[in-house]
DNA sequence: TGATCCAGTTTTTTT
DNA sequence: AACTGGATCA
């Protein structure tokens, strides 16, 4: 196997298959590049069963990109490889021993939007008042616990104050909920693997013995549980491999600790250090002003990332007069670059907040510039989605409580509060499922409709179960009677559902409801299972990690969004910040574009925020703080060519100069909805805009 | 039971 | 500004 274009340090990574390695690769280093190389070597060179390979994404994006370049590498017969986060690969082995943990092998995975409902009937039961106990403060005491691998026996331990020990309480009962429910929420799939191994030393054995090469991506990244399931399962071979850049560091949040990967040589013994200091994503300007940034972080390894790219544009900044500007001069940009016919899909806009994300919307609306947000919330949160999936989930999962009260009475049936409680507490009684202990009145009715749609769902395919259940749950035609703006853009969400249920089967050939669910617990990005191709990325600096683009804009740097105003007065929480900063940095190619706005509406007031000082932390040398460019809000939609006097009508077929004919399926005061056919899909217009044409 | 209205709260980032 | 939850009334 050659391993051409490839540098020394690179090659040495790869080469040394044995024994524990620390990579320490700076950000744009061709980390992915070693790490899937170093696979394909492990495989053809080192002649190791691709079964006893285990790799760790910290996306599962990430991981669906490794495997099909191994798979590009060495063909069809090594996708068996175990690629994956640690989420799925928890929950891959928990379905193998779920009678272990008391579950049926058809248990389902919570959300956290779930946890926190449970969490509220739970304190709602214990008549506890929600004002002086804060549920969000529970369900996070609760996350960080089983991160920290506590159960409430050990919770218990440290009971300091009247507050934990309410805790502690709900956290037994939550525990007994979640069991009765037959589900599991997202910490249990790191947690409960470890507590089976540690109760089965066999088991481990047998993972142990299985997953001989070990390999951990973005390890600065993990957090206390998925360290310890390292630890556990490299224990034996010691053939462990980890990758990471403790400057990229943006989790801390969530639990991660910066510290695994800096202790790492302290953890093993005979570690090999590489260090992948050679940048080949950006320019010089770009990766000067990334460097001049993170330095300034106290606690911190010095590293001296270089790159032998051109020296390149230097970094635009623009402070705008408030947000509409900025994302007017964002969009403005963007439409300078079309005309260097640069494609949309090299240009990424990233924000601190998913909220920031409204302005850059409305603005690429009017100009009819398309675009794709990443991100959970506007898709899989939408009340119509949670409900779809709730019925899914009771189908697959009957004793899913939660999933049965959030769709009991949707669409509307007549079963109320007090009926939904007198199941609730009967449940609770007979220690059953709310599902198994109904037995009459409109819940049965109810039940029955749940049951015929386990019989079909033996024999129909996922598209077609969904149908099914928009059909006979009477949700659809609930929605069509409506007819309303907002439920016409719900049934365009429901049809979305079944693209992605549709493009999900095409993928996978045959789905069971089982997988399916899997996948959206734990991929919760409904953007990955689209194919749009040339579109503007919009997403926060969290979901860019790991990704890179030819033209970056980073909005709304300013003292207070970014760094966010909950971190200012914290330094360990600043330094994450600027780390969060230099990824945003580090993503861009060629050009790289700041913005930030003097005014600012946010929570429904006006702010006044300074620059970020992250600018300020930028020598002069690499800015572009003189931009001549004279913005005019009102010229910009006269240039698109819009005539507000075309009327249009609900039906009506329409002539797109990129996407050819659609048919208009929703029309707003300004906006039209028109579905064009595959790969365009649904796509929202101004009114009047000279690209669509009536035909 | 269900619709409507009002008051209070909220917003960091995500597998 | 937008969303939630609770109270009130038909």
Request: hydrophobic share 35%.
């Amino acid at each position: 196997m050659k391993l051409e274009n490839l540098n020394d340090k690179q090659i040495e990574a790869i080469e040394n298959t044995e024994g524990p390695m620390l990579i320490l690769a700076g950000a744009g280093s061709g980390k992915t590049r070693v790490l899937t190389t170093k696979i394909a070597y492990l495989i053809k060179e080192k002649n190791v069963d691709p079964y006893s390979i285990l790799a760790i994404t910290f996306t599962n994006k990430a991981a669906n990109e490794m495997k099909e370049r191994v798979v590009n590498i060495l063909g069809e017969d090594t996708r068996k490889i175990q690629i994956s986060t640690f989420h799925s690969f928890g929950l891959s082995i928990i379905k193998r021993y779920y009678k272990f943990f008391d579950l049926k092998s058809n248990f389902t995975i919570i959300d956290s939007d779930d946890s926190l409902s449970m969490i509220k009937k739970i304190l709602k039961d214990m008549n506890y008042d929600p004002k002086e106990i804060n549920p969000k403060t529970i369900r996070n005491t609760i996350s960080n616990s089983k991160n920290e691998l506590m159960l409430p026996k050990d919770l218990e331990k440290f009971i300091s104050n009247g507050n934990y020990e309410i805790t502690v309480k709900v956290y037994y009962e939550y525990q007994k909920r979640l069991k009765t429910n037959n589900s599991v929420d997202f910490d249990d799939l790191l947690m409960l693997p470890i507590i089976l191994f540690k109760q089965n030393p066999d088991i481990l054995d047998y993972y142990q013995e299985r997953y001989r090469y070990i390999l951990i991506d973005e390890y600065q990244d993990t957090n206390e549980v998925q360290y310890k399931l390292t630890k556990m399962l490299s224990k034996k071979y010691q053939n462990i491999c980890v990758v990471g850049d403790p400057d990229q560091s943006i989790y801390g949040f969530r639990g991660s600790n910066y510290k695994n990967i800096l202790n790492f040589e302290k953890d093993y013994k005979n570690v090999k250090v590489v260090l992948l200091e050679q940048n080949y994503r950006s320019t010089k300007n770009i990766l000067n002003a990334s460097n001049d940034i993170i330095k300034n972080n106290k606690n911190r390894k010095e590293k001296n990332l270089w790159t032998d790219n051109v020296e390149g544009e230097k970094i635009k900044y623009k402070r705008c007069e408030d947000e509409k500007d900025e994302a007017n001069y964002v969009v403005s940009s963007i439409k300078k670059l079309m005309k260097e016919k640069v494609n949309l899909s090299d240009i990424a806009v990233l924000y601190r907040t998913n909220a920031q994300s409204r302005n850059i919307e409305e603005a690429l609306l009017k100009n009819n510039i398309p675009y794709k947000v990443i991100g959970s919330f506007y898709f899989y949160n939408r009340k119509e989605i949670k409900d779809l999936i709730s019925y899914l989930k009771l189908i697959y999962n009957p004793s899913d409580d939660i999933s049965l009260e959030r769709v009991i009475n949707v669409p509307k049936r007549g079963i109320g509060l007090k009926t939904i409680q007198n199941i609730r507490t009967e449940a609770n009684v007979l220690d059953d499922s709310m599902f198994n202990v109904i037995s009459g009145g409109k819940e049965l009715e109810f039940k029955k409709l749940i049951l015929g749609f386990i019989d079909s769902s033996m024999e129909l395919s996922l598209t077609e179960l969904v149908e099914l259940i928009l059909d006979k749950t009477g949700i659809k035609k609930e929605l069509e009677l409506e007819d309303t703006i907002e439920s016409q853009s719900r049934l365009e969400n429901l049809e979305e559902f079944k693209s992605i249920t549709k493009s999900f089967e095409d993928r996978y050939g045959v789905v069971s409801l089982a997988e399916f669910l899997d996948e959206i617990s734990l991929v919760s990005d409904a953007e990955e299972y689209k194919n749009m191709t040339d579109v503007v990325t919009l997403m926060t600096v969290h979901s860019a990690k790991g990704l890179e683009f030819d033209n970056v804009f980073i909005i709304g740097l300013e003292e207070g969004i970014f760094p966010h105003s909950m971190c200012l007065n914290i330094p360990s929480e600043i330094e994450e910040e600027r780390r969060l900063c230099y990824v945003a940095f580090t993503r861009a190619r060629k050009k790289l574009t700041l913005l930030n706005s003097k005014r600012r509406l946010l929570y429904g007031q006006d702010n006044l925020n300074p620059q970020s000082r992250f600018i300020s932390e930028i020598s002069d040398e690499y800015l572009d703080k003189e931009d001549k460019t004279i913005f005019n809000y009102k010229k910009t939609i006269a240039h698109s060519n819009i005539n507000e006097d075309e009327e249009y009508t609900l039906g009506e077929h329409v002539m797109h100069e990129k996407y050819g004919e659609g048919v208009i399926i929703g029309i707003d005061s300004k906006v039209l909805t028109i579905a064009f056919s595959h790969p365009h899909g649904i796509v929202k217009m101004i009114k009047g805009h000279n690209s669509i044409k009536k035909c």
